[in-house]
């Protein structure tokens, strides 16, 4: 697949975005409750380190100790931190400091 691209592909940006309160919209993807911790998903997670292509995270608060599993179990995958750890200002979280998400 990469090989397609002419050298133009560098990674994949894969919303893991989920939050279990009712209140947080999901997104069109529905990437469900612990994606990153999905065997599939790591599997092709393994794929794209071994292809030196980069995983872009977006991700939210919530699920930051799920991404830092990821990083710990492929250290030497190359991880971008974008859109990640947005810490949600609605649902259980609107009352919540910022030292409390």
């Not at 999901?26 to 794209?48: C, D, V």
Request: aromatic share 10%; charged share 20%.
């Amino acid at each position: 697949m990469a090989d397609t691209g002419d050298g133009l592909l560098t990674g994949i940006r894969q919303v893991t975005a989920w939050d279990a309160a009712s209140e947080i919209p999901a997104y069109p993807t529905s990437p469900g409750p612990r994606l990153m911790e999905h065997p599939l998903f790591r599997h092709g997670f393994r794929q794209l380190a071994m292809r030196g292509l980069a995983f872009d995270a977006w991700l939210y608060h919530t699920q930051l100790p799920e991404l830092i599993d990821l990083i710990r179990t492929f250290p030497d995958a190359r991880v971008i931190l974008d859109h990640f750890g947005g810490s949600l200002a609605a649902g259980p979280y609107v009352a919540a400091r910022p030292d409390e998400v």
